[in-house]
């Protein structure tokens, strides 16, 4: 196997914008309509991700998954996933403000006898406009039934969630339960666990664009009640730990026992290979890369993703004066591949928990033995 490079999947909600074009320089998109999100690396029932390089080029990744199994994915995650590719990467342009929403948990999912997991998700804001914004948590205080008085009088946004002015380059991270929906003008890089579950308490024209059947908006909104986390923190973005990667720039933006997202920067080329037994993704924010194993070359651009078959060594060699910026997401071990790696650098604890973010969606606390409260308003 070698480095699959993929066609993304195209979501045109009401939100979108030209961004993919202006900003990231995507080629092969429609250029005459707004787009909402392209789905980097996605096998989510029919949208699926396409090869377009090498001997596997037009294979779905389903079909990658039936064909390869655990030699695409890994023996560790096969061991705890099976058939189910657990990550989704994507990309969003937020011309226009997100719906207010929020997403269950796996047991929450469950429970309601939905077809997906749960999702938890993280976002990079790949640029934010002047003035471009994000609503990510609750305001402090919020209860179940002061939630439910300010969706009965219309007040979805401002009168339950937080507004935080948003910056290129900065991480949140999204648990379930968390409300949240990113406001106009930012591109942003969303991993997360690969499901679509999601509860909106205001759909800004999703029903009206018959994504969201009308019929659906009531219990949406009686389940983002039931199934919220209320709860308040001092800081919505993640802190970054950056260390050195044999001469490239390694930096951990967020992490939680789904996924790890890092951002790593070269100007040289350099060599990967991952000595867990699991695959890797590359998405390419800046610059532009030649990726050569199991005897196949490929060059990516900034918008564009790579998947890394397991146990498969890589040589990344930027092109150009640029260097390339790329974000990695893998299936973590959270104590060996976050913990322990970053303790072994010196780096504090604290400052290990908060990839995580505050409050009882952090998988690092429990891990780091701290509690479950440690990062939350003080």
């Given at each position: 196997m070698y480095p699959l490079k993929f066609k993304p999947y195209l979501k045109f909600y009401p939100y979108g914008g030209r961004r993919f074009v202006e900003v990231l320089g995507?080629?092969?998109?429609?250029?005459?309509?707004?787009?909402?999100?392209?789905?980097?690396?996605?096998?989510?029932?029919?949208?699926?991700?396409v090869v377009v390089n090498g001997?596997?080029?037009?294979?779905?990744?389903?079909?990658?998954?039936?064909?390869?199994?655990?030699?695409?994915?890994?023996?560790?995650v096969w061991a705890r996933y099976g058939d189910y590719f657990p990550l989704l990467l994507k990309f969003l342009?937020?011309?226009?403000?997100?719906p207010a929403h929020m997403h269950p948990n796996d047991a929450n999912a469950e429970r309601l006898g939905m077809?997906?997991?749960?999702?938890?998700?993280?976002?990079?804001?790949?640029?934010?406009?002047?003035?471009?914004?994000?609503?990510?948590?609750?305001?402090?205080?919020?209860?179940?039934?002061?939630?439910?008085?300010?969706?009965?009088?219309?007040?979805a946004y401002d009168g339950v969630m937080k507004k935080v002015q948003t910056t290129t380059d900065e991480t949140y991270f999204v648990p379930p339960g968390r409300l949240h929906g990113l406001d106009a003008g930012n591109l942003a890089f969303e991993i997360q666990q690969n499901s679509d579950a999601g509860f909106g308490w205001d759909w800004a024209g999703f029903v009206e664009a018959g994504v969201i059947p009308r019929e659906d908006v009531e219990p949406h909104k009686k389940n983002a009640i039931e199934c919220a986390l209320y709860e308040d923190g001092p800081l919505e973005q993640t802190k970054y730990v950056t260390i050195d990667e044999r001469g490239t720039e390694r930096t951990f933006c967020a992490a939680c026992r789904y996924f790890v997202l890092e951002r790593w920067t070269s100007s040289t080329r350099f060599a990967f290979e991952d000595g867990a037994?699991?695959?890797?993704?590359?998405?390419l924010i800046g610059g532009s890369a030649k990726f050569s194993s199991g005897g196949e070359t490929v060059v990516a651009k900034k918008g564009e993703s790579l998947l890394l078959p397991a146990q498969i060594a890589m040589q990344i060699e930027p092109q150009g004066d640029e260097p390339v910026v790329m974000l990695r997401c893998y299936v973590p071990d959270l104590e060996l591949d976050v913990i322990e790696?970053?303790?072994?650098?010196?780096?504090?604890?604290?400052?290990?928990?908060?990839?995580?973010?505050?409050?009882?969606?952090?998988?690092?606390?429990?891990?780091?033995?701290?509690?479950?409260?440690?990062?939350?308003?003080?």
């Open positions: 995507i080629d092969n998109i429609p250029r005459d309509r707004d787009i909402a999100e392209t789905w980097e690396i996605a096998d989510h029932g029919e949208e699926q991700s001997p596997l080029a037009g294979s779905t990744l389903r079909q990658l998954m039936m064909q390869f199994k655990s030699e695409l994915v890994g023996d560790e342009d937020c011309d226009k403000r997100l077809n997906d997991t749960g999702k938890t998700e993280a976002w990079y804001i790949v640029k934010a406009d002047e003035g471009a914004a994000a609503y990510t948590g609750t305001l402090p205080g919020m209860t179940p039934e002061k939630f439910r008085e300010a969706i009965d009088r219309n007040d037994a699991r695959f890797n993704t590359w998405t790696e970053l303790r072994s650098r010196d780096i504090g604890e604290e400052q290990i928990a908060w990839l995580g973010s505050y409050g009882a969606g952090n998988d690092l606390l429990p891990l780091l033995g701290l509690p479950q409260d440690a990062l939350n308003a003080r």
